[in-house]
């Protein structure tokens, strides 16, 4: 079939990036001509970029980081013209026809406090241009289970979508208390699809192979940093801060392409992150992995817990304790979730796109 995958590429974000193309690649390898349905919306190019070039609060000493963050912009840019993409179209109009099937996911497409992407009709299937819609692994990010009922209109769009599966327990609940029909709960494509040159090792720039703990987010609070900082300390490993600046890390990797935060993660001894995507690639390669919880992410990360049981990885502050170790790895128990999970992940598109064909 041909396919188009509808997500929020455009994003400067390793995960949004590496999301896309494991399942533009994973559907492709399954025989299907798939290309990402390339949606342009000239104000939030601009949002999304000022806030690239600007991601923390500047440090003293930094007035050179907005160009290391510029390039960091253009290695995404290259990467993303790298993907298949479909001709281009505006965000408020429909993908261009002759399309078998739409896969709307991964990522938040459907966070209605996403803080420029909330509520798009497009994610939702409308204007429905293609004869089926099928979700894989959507979320609605942080907007909760637990908040104001989904709007009606949002509802009654879902329910137009014939197979949904979703990444967390809270955009399940969402999705059943919508639409009355219980979504499959799926891996992000990043832990689902395996396909090899997603996940090549090669990487312009890479570390110079010291041994690194990667550092991935930022705003850790200070009793994360001082336990991280005395980890790496203790096991001789350098804390490598990729793709923002933390100034407690001992390098700064700012301009780190989509490839080269593959690379950094998957060599890594450990991972110290407060982000979703810096737990799945972690989980992912089997590397340790110390998480603490945030308030912004805090929905997406407690899902994830649920889901893999890795709750002896994260820190939420306001409950105290000392941070887990980064040198830490997961368990057996999370190993042979993913095991499961991928055979429904697997299962479950076969069966969306079979009945698409």
């Not at 003293?60 to 790298?82: E, I, V, W």
């Not at 002759?98 to 798009?120: K, M, R, T």
């Not at 832990?191 to 570390?207: E, N």
Request: hydrophobic share 40%; charged share 15%; proline share 8%.
């Amino acid at each position: 079939m041909k396919i188009g995958v509808l997500t929020l590429h455009r994003c400067i974000n390793y995960g949004s990036y590496w999301q896309t193309r494991c399942l533009q690649e994973g559907l492709a390898a399954a025989g299907h001509d798939v290309v990402v349905l390339d949606h342009h919306d000239a104000r939030i190019d601009r949002t999304e970029w000022r806030c690239a070039l600007r991601p923390t609060p500047p440090a003293p000493g930094t007035t050179g980081d907005a160009r290391r963050y510029a390039r960091k912009c253009r290695r995404f840019h290259d990467a993303l013209s790298g993907l298949p993409l479909s001709a281009p179209f505006a965000l408020d109009q429909g993908p261009p026809a002759g399309l078998d099937a739409i896969v709307v996911g991964s990522d938040e497409v459907w966070n209605l406090h996403h803080p420029w992407y909330a509520g798009q009709p497009l994610f939702f299937g409308q204007p429905r241009v293609a004869p089926h819609y099928v979700a894989y692994a959507a979320s609605f990010g942080h907007w909760p289970a637990s908040g104001a009922e989904l709007p009606a209109r949002y509802a009654q769009w879902l329910q137009g979508i014939e197979y949904i599966s979703v990444r967390d327990p809270s955009s399940a609940r969402i999705v059943a208390g919508a639409t009355g029909r219980a979504p499959a709960l799926v891996l992000d494509p990043c832990l689902q699809f395996t396909h090899p040159t997603a996940f090549a090792q090669s990487a312009d720039g890479a570390p110079d192979g010291q041994p690194h703990i990667a550092v991935y987010g930022h705003n850790f609070s200070p009793a994360f940093v001082d336990a991280m900082r005395r980890c790496a300390r203790q096991r001789g490993a350098r804390l490598l801060s990729l793709g923002y600046r933390n100034d407690w890390a001992d390098d700064q990797w700012l301009e780190a392409g989509p490839q080269d935060f593959l690379h950094a993660m998957a060599s890594a001894r450990g991972v110290a992150t407060n982000f979703f995507h810096g737990c799945v690639f972690a989980l992912r390669f089997g590397r340790p992995l110390a998480c603490e919880m945030t308030p912004y992410r805090s929905v997406k990360l407690q899902g994830l817990v649920q889901v893999l049981e890795i709750g002896p990885h994260l820190l939420t502050p306001a409950l105290g304790g000392r941070p887990p170790d980064p040198l830490r790895a997961p368990g057996q128990q999370t190993q042979a979730l993913l095991t499961v999970l991928r055979t429904r992940s697997s299962r479950f598109l076969a069966a969306g796109l079979d009945h698409a064909g």
